[in-house]
């Protein structure tokens, strides 16, 4: 059963709850009022997920884009700045020789493309690897900024690749990653809040059904209403 559908069953529950005479169970946390206060908590946590999910999702999406996708990209502007080192060192240069040696690295890294929103050992696995990949990319654009810095004379035609703008964008790459993995903690704590909620539920609710059999009787028709209510 989805978290959605309990929310429904519980509801379903409080409808029921409303129409039984001198309903008053000994805690209030079961009485109509303070039922009630807790199926909102329960719908504003399923909200809470699904916000969390797309916030997650859109910036996974924004990294992606980021990294590897369009004229702007990471992947395009390493290999853009490799050119702009040819152009001015020489394709036979030392230059040329060290600024391969960091984009062969990057050639064999793998990032993950798809959000990880669950879960299970494999999927949190795989969200760790494609995290440690990213980590990779934008270390190695790191070594890049890091070894133009140091070359003597480096003047690129195109304001993009001069040494303060690699700077920011370096940066940024950073603030991007660290974002992403912000966004994923939030979406679990805010799934792990949900399912103490539930858990929650279903005590709350076999404390109802107790109270209601014990009161009402076993074969009355209050307790027949709610007694296989499933949660």
Same mark, same amino acid.
């Given at each position: 059963?989805?978290? =959605?559908?309990?929310?429904? !069953?519980? &509801?379903?529950? %409080?409808?029921?709850?409303?129409?039984?005479? =001198? @309903?008053?169970?000994?805690r209030e946390e079961e009485s109509l009022t303070g039922f009630k206060l807790f199926i909102d908590l329960l719908s504003q946590s399923n909200q809470n997920v699904i916000s969390h999910q797309q916030d997650? !999702?859109?910036? $996974?999406?924004?990294?992606?884009?980021?990294?590897?996708? *369009?004229? +702007?990209?990471i992947r395009q502007m390493i290999h853009s700045l490799r050119s702009v080192i040819i152009s001015q060192y020489g394709a036979n240069?030392?230059?040329? =020789?060290?600024?391969?040696?960091?984009v062969n690295a990057i050639r064999y890294t793998k $990032?993950?493309?798809?959000? &990880?929103?669950?879960?299970?050992?494999? &999927? $949190? +696995?795989? @969200?760790?690897?494609?995290?440690?990949? %990213?980590? #990779? @990319? #934008?270390?190695?654009?790191?070594?890049? $900024?890091?070894?133009?810095? *140091?070359?003597?004379? %480096?003047?690129? *035609?195109?304001?993009?690749?001069?040494?303060?703008n690699l700077n920011t964008i370096l940066t940024n790459l950073n603030l991007l990653n660290d974002t992403v993995v912000q966004k994923y903690s939030d979406m679990q704590n805010s799934k792990r809040e949900r399912k103490n909620l539930y858990v929650e539920l279903k005590d709350r609710v076999k404390r109802i059904k107790s109270y209601v059999r014990s009161k009402y009787g076993t074969n009355s028709p209050e307790y027949g209403k709610i007694r296989s209510?499933?949660?």
């Open positions: 059963m989805t978290f =959605a559908e309990k929310l429904r !069953r519980s &509801q379903d529950l %409080y409808k029921l709850l409303e129409g039984f005479e =001198a @309903y008053t169970p000994p997650y !999702r859109n910036w $996974v999406n924004k990294r992606k884009e980021t990294f590897l996708h *369009g004229d +702007k990209s240069s030392k230059e040329k =020789a060290q600024i391969d040696t960091i $990032v993950s493309l798809t959000s &990880q929103e669950n879960q299970t050992p494999d &999927q $949190v +696995k795989s @969200y760790t690897l494609g995290n440690q990949s %990213y980590g #990779t @990319y #934008t270390k190695s654009f790191h070594d890049i $900024v890091t070894f133009i810095s *140091g070359l003597d004379k %480096y003047q690129p *035609g195109n304001d993009e690749f001069k040494l303060e209510l499933p949660f």
